[in-house]
């Protein structure tokens, strides 16, 4: 990942509040006019300052490494907020003290709030096409994939169907899946999926590769164990040292590097290639572009970048 996410797995574009004011709480005397444009006229719940925001870009900068721009306030609110109301905090300021005096796992869920994690099956087709063409070129070999942003497991899942289809039976591969949120962890792990969220398949792979679900599961899709053995999962954040031990053939980090400023995009960059074996290929997400990197990665295609 990339992250992180592209998958690797980050925020959502929001509007930005406009200037704080006052205005009476529902049931007051007083009414607000009609050019307040505060939180609380605004109808939000707690009271929302450029100073909270402030205090949360530095934190998920520091613990995560993503860049919040002052675009993202309402979305920064909404979903904080939420943290707010399960922790029984009634203040940004009280949440993010408690926050940053405690060690503790309140810091993960913290993060998860603050991750996107937009996906689906086969995302970017002409990577998978290339990837097929990769593998079905070397058959015999015994293929190490990582993941760097797995999200809910749709792009992990997608990887591993077509090194299924590519390598034939007794393919070997491995691919590792990682992701800054737990949450979208777990699911990827428990590999169940809406009915709708896999029609953009064929039957033919929906037939090979999954089983629906009867009964109290009718709805859902299952991946069937014989994909799922390939694959393994675990929780990396991308800007701290990577656990990851022997060197991988192909990396997918889409869509995680736009979240991230210019150094520590080259910090994670470098991270990827030490963990690369040379000649290793590397998809990324079509909106992001390591020119200016040629001494780690060559462009080989539309967003596949060769490991230097």
């Not at 980050?10 to 607000?32: D, I, V, Y």
């Not at 979305?75 to 408690?98: A, I, K, N, P, Q």
């Not at 590397?282 to 040629?294: I, P, Q, Y």
């Given at each position: 990942m990339l992250t992180p996410t592209a998958s690797r797995t980050t925020p959502l574009k929001g509007q930005p509040p406009g200037r704080t004011s006052l205005m009476a709480q529902p049931g007051s005397a007083f009414a607000a006019t009609a050019g307040d444009e505060g939180p609380l006229a605004q109808g939000r719940e707690f009271l929302w300052s450029d100073a909270d925001f402030t205090r949360i870009k530095a934190l998920i900068y520091k613990k995560a490494g993503i860049s919040l721009h002052e675009g993202k306030h309402a979305m920064v609110y909404s979903r904080v907020s939420r943290r707010l109301r399960e922790t029984g905090h009634s203040s940004f300021r009280s949440y993010l003290d408690s926050l940053e005096q405690h060690d503790g796992p309140e810091w993960q869920e913290f993060i998860n709030a603050l991750t996107t994690n937009l996906t689906a099956f086969f995302r970017e087709q002409h990577h998978f096409a290339v990837?097929?063409?990769?593998?079905?070129?070397?058959?015999?070999?015994?293929?190490?994939?990582?993941?760097?942003?797995?999200?809910?497991?749709?792009?992990?899942?997608?990887?591993?169907?077509?090194?299924?289809?590519?390598?034939?039976?007794?393919?070997?591969?491995?691919?590792?899946?990682?992701?800054?949120?737990?949450?979208?962890?777990?699911?990827?792990?428990?590999?169940?999926?809406?009915?709708?969220?896999?029609?953009?398949?064929?039957?033919?792979?929906?037939?090979?590769?999954?089983?629906?679900?009867?009964?109290?599961?009718?709805?859902?899709?299952?991946?069937?164990?014989?994909?799922?053995?390939?694959?393994?999962?675990?929780?990396?954040?991308?800007?701290?040292?990577?656990p990851l031990r022997d060197p991988f053939d192909v990396v997918f980090c889409r869509n995680v590097m736009i979240y991230f400023d210019g150094p520590t995009q080259r910090q994670v960059l470098e991270r990827i290639h030490r963990v690369m074996k040379p000649g290793g290929m590397l998809f990324v997400g079509h909106a992001e572009n390591f020119s200016d990197a040629r001494s780690l990665f060559v462009l080989r295609g539309k967003t596949v970048y060769e490991r230097v």
């Amino acid at each position: 990942m990339l992250t992180p996410t592209a998958s690797r797995t980050t925020p959502l574009k929001g509007q930005p509040p406009g200037r704080t004011s006052l205005m009476a709480q529902p049931g007051s005397a007083f009414a607000a006019t009609a050019g307040d444009e505060g939180p609380l006229a605004q109808g939000r719940e707690f009271l929302w300052s450029d100073a909270d925001f402030t205090r949360i870009k530095a934190l998920i900068y520091k613990k995560a490494g993503i860049s919040l721009h002052e675009g993202k306030h309402a979305m920064v609110y909404s979903r904080v907020s939420r943290r707010l109301r399960e922790t029984g905090h009634s203040s940004f300021r009280s949440y993010l003290d408690s926050l940053e005096q405690h060690d503790g796992p309140e810091w993960q869920e913290f993060i998860n709030a603050l991750t996107t994690n937009l996906t689906a099956f086969f995302r970017e087709q002409h990577h998978f096409a290339v990837l097929h063409e990769l593998m079905a070129a070397r058959r015999s070999h015994d293929w190490r994939i990582w993941c760097a942003a797995a999200s809910t497991g749709e792009e992990p899942y997608s990887i591993a169907m077509t090194a299924t289809e590519a390598l034939g039976p007794g393919g070997r591969f491995h691919i590792v899946n990682s992701d800054i949120d737990t949450k979208v962890l777990a699911t990827a792990a428990r590999g169940v999926y809406k009915t709708e969220g896999v029609k953009g398949l064929s039957q033919e792979r929906l037939q090979r590769f999954f089983m629906r679900g009867k009964g109290t599961n009718a709805g859902f899709m299952r991946v069937k164990p014989e994909l799922q053995k390939h694959l393994a999962f675990m929780t990396v954040n991308l800007i701290q040292d990577l656990p990851l031990r022997d060197p991988f053939d192909v990396v997918f980090c889409r869509n995680v590097m736009i979240y991230f400023d210019g150094p520590t995009q080259r910090q994670v960059l470098e991270r990827i290639h030490r963990v690369m074996k040379p000649g290793g290929m590397l998809f990324v997400g079509h909106a992001e572009n390591f020119s200016d990197a040629r001494s780690l990665f060559v462009l080989r295609g539309k967003t596949v970048y060769e490991r230097v």
